[in-house]
C-alpha cells in the first residue's frame, strides 16, 4: 500500500478570521532528472485558490519545516514539538525517507 494524498482540516475561526483553513499534501514523483515533491497545498479565508508548497520529498529538514508551518497555519498558533510532530509524522507517509 502507498498513501499519495491526505487532507488536513484546521479550525474554522483563526486570528478572527472566520472560514475554512485546510491543507493537502500530495505525493508527485519526479520525471527524469526531477526530485520527488511532496506538494502542500493550504486553503485560506484570504486564500480559497491555495498556496503551494513543494517540499524535497528526501529532506526530513524540509519535511519538517513544512509541519511546522502547517501546524502554525490550521492550529492558529505556535505549537510544541509535540503537536509539530503530528504533522511531521504525517507528511513522512509521503517522503522517500
Known sequence: MRITRIDFEGRHEIKGQSGHWYATAQRRDGMHSEPDIVLVT??????????????????????WSMAECLQHQLDGYTGSNSEINDYYLDLLKLSNC
Not at 43 to 49: C, L, V
Request: glycine share 4%.
Open 42 to 63: 493550504i486553503f485560506a479565508p484570504d486564500t480559497p485558490d491555495g498556496r503551494e508548497h513543494h517540499v524535497d520529498a528526501d529532506s526530513e529538514e524540509d519535511l
